[in-house]
């Protein structure tokens, strides 16, 4: 695999729309090969007969069952609000409009 050239870093800044000064392009062209080169050795390794996974141990169910509990009633919820007004939490108003 041949290495990835400064005109070709050129290239993809100008399709992402990046403005990289000229000094940054003969370094990132070397990363991006190192990247690129990574990425081969990968490939080399994933042959064919290799399935994909996404875990190198399988995983197993760890959720318990849903079960219906009783919540608060509407009186114990507003026990110990700081305010309540017509059966409901009072906040501060914070929009500015007339009551």
């Given at each position: 695999?041949?290495?990835?050239?400064r005109d070709?870093?050129?290239?993809?800044?100008?399709?992402?729309?990046l403005?990289?000064?000229?000094d940054?392009?003969?370094?990132l062209?070397?990363q991006?090969?190192?990247?690129i080169?990574?990425v081969?050795?990968?490939?080399e390794?994933?042959k064919?007969?290799i399935?994909?996974?996404s875990?190198?141990?399988?995983?197993?169910?760890?959720?318990?069952p849903?079960?219906?509990?009783?919540?608060?009633?509407?009186?114990?919820a507003l026990?110990?609000?700081?305010?309540?007004?017509d059966?409901r939490?009072r906040?501060?108003?914070?929009?500015?409009?007339?009551?």
């Amino acid at each position: 695999m041949s290495a990835i050239t400064r005109d070709e870093v050129a290239h993809l800044a100008r399709l992402a729309r990046l403005a990289l000064p000229e000094d940054e392009l003969d370094q990132l062209a070397a990363q991006l090969d190192v990247i690129i080169s990574a990425v081969a050795k990968v490939q080399e390794v994933a042959k064919g007969d290799i399935p994909p996974t996404s875990h190198a141990l399988p995983l197993t169910n760890v959720y318990r069952p849903d079960e219906v509990e009783s919540g608060l009633t509407p009186d114990q919820a507003l026990a110990e609000a700081p305010a309540v007004e017509d059966g409901r939490f009072r906040v501060p108003q914070i929009l500015g409009e007339e009551e």
